[in-house]
C-alpha cells in the first residue's frame, strides 16, 4: 500500500516538475522570440533611418555635382577663351571669373544612425550581408570630402581679392538650379594674368576630379537604396526631406 502510495507520489511530483519546467521552457522561448522581434524592429528602424539620410544625400549630391560641373564650364571659359572674353564679352568674363572662384561645397555626412546599428551589434541581424558591406566601405571614404573642402577653401581664398578687385560693385544676379548667383562685369585693366590662369586651372581640376567621386558615391547610394528597401520589404519609405536642394529652392 505505501509503495503504491509512493508510486503515485512520484508519479504526481513528476508530471507536476514537467510542467514546470515545459512552463519555463515555454517562457524562455517566448522571451526570445519576443527580444528577437523587439531587436529586428530596433534594426529596421535604424536601417530605416539610414535610408532617409542615404536618400538626402542623393539629392544633396546632385544639388553639388551642380556645383562643381558648372565651375568646372566657367573655368574651361576662362582657361580657353580669356583674351576674347576680356576684349569682346567682359560681363561674361566677370560672370566667369565669380563662378570658379567663389564654387564650394560643403557635404555634411550624417553617421549617426551608421554608428547606433554598428555599435548596438544589431547590424549583425542584417540578412543581406551586401548591405553591411557597401554601408561599412560608404562610412570609411566620407574623410575624402574634407579633404577636398579644405582645398576648395584655400584655392577660393587665393582667387576672391583677385576677383573682387577686378569685377564692378553694381552686381547682377543670375538664378541657377540650386540658387542665384551674384556677379559684377569684369572691370580689370589687362586679361587675367598668368598666376590667376594657374589658381583657376588647379581648381577646375579639382572639381573635375571631385564630380567624379560623387558620381561613384551616387551609385553606390543608389545601390545601398535598393538592397534596403528589398530588407525592409517596402517599395517606398516616406521622410521629411531636409536636403541642400531645399533650402536652396526656398531661397529662389
Given at each position: ?12 511530483y ?27 524592429e530596433l534594426k ?9 539620410n542615404l ?23 576662362i ?34 544612425e ?7 551589434g544589431l ?6 550581408q551586401?548591405?553591411?558591406?557597401l554601408?561599412?566601405t ?16 584655400k584655392?577660393?581664398f587665393?582667387?576672391?581679392?583677385y576677383?573682387?578687385?577686378?569685377i ?11 540658387g ?11 586679361p587675367?594674368d598668368?598666376?590667376?590662369e ?13 564630380v ?6 551616387l551609385?553606390e547610394d543608389?545601390k ?6 528589398r530588407?525592409?520589404s517596402k ?18
Amino acid at each position: 500500500c505505501n509503495i503504491n502510495n509512493m508510486k503515485k507520489y512520484l508519479i504526481k511530483y513528476s508530471l507536476e516538475f514537467l510542467v514546470i519546467v515545459m512552463g519555463i521552457s515555454i517562457s524562455f522561448l517566448i522571451e526570445k522570440r519576443n527580444l528577437k522581434s523587439y531587436n529586428d524592429e530596433l534594426k529596421n528602424i535604424s536601417l530605416e533611418k539610414i535610408y532617409k539620410n542615404l536618400s538626402q544625400d542623393v539629392e544633396d549630391l546632385n544639388f553639388n555635382m551642380a556645383v562643381h560641373n558648372d565651375a568646372i564650364i566657367s573655368g574651361n571659359q576662362i582657361l580657353n577663351r580669356g583674351k576674347e572674353l576680356f576684349e569682346n564679352e567682359k560681363d561674361s568674363l566677370g560672370y566667369h571669373l565669380t563662378l570658379i572662384s567663389t564654387a564650394t561645397t560643403f557635404f555634411l555626412d550624417n553617421q549617426e544612425e551608421y554608428s547606433a546599428i554598428k555599435n548596438s551589434g544589431l547590424i549583425e541581424l542584417i540578412k543581406n550581408q551586401e548591405i553591411v558591406s557597401l554601408l561599412q566601405t560608404r562610412y570609411s571614404e566620407t574623410k575624402v570630402y574634407s579633404i577636398f573642402d579644405d582645398l576648395f577653401m584655400k584655392l577660393y581664398f587665393k582667387l576672391k581679392d583677385y576677383t573682387f578687385k577686378n569685377i564692378s560693385s553694381s552686381r547682377k544676379q543670375y538664378s541657377k538650379f540650386y540658387g542665384p548667383l551674384s556677379y559684377g562685369i569684369f572691370l580689370g585693366e589687362n586679361p587675367i594674368d598668368n598666376e590667376i590662369e594657374n589658381y583657376i586651372y588647379e581648381k577646375t581640376d579639382f572639381h573635375k576630379f571631385y564630380v567624379s567621386i560623387m558620381e561613384a558615391r551616387l551609385k553606390e547610394d543608389l545601390k545601398i537604396l535598393a538592397l534596403i528597401e528589398r530588407e525592409l520589404s517596402k517599395e517606398n519609405i516616406f521622410f521629411e526631406r531636409n536636403s541642400f536642394y531645399d533650402a536652396a529652392q526656398k531661397i529662389n
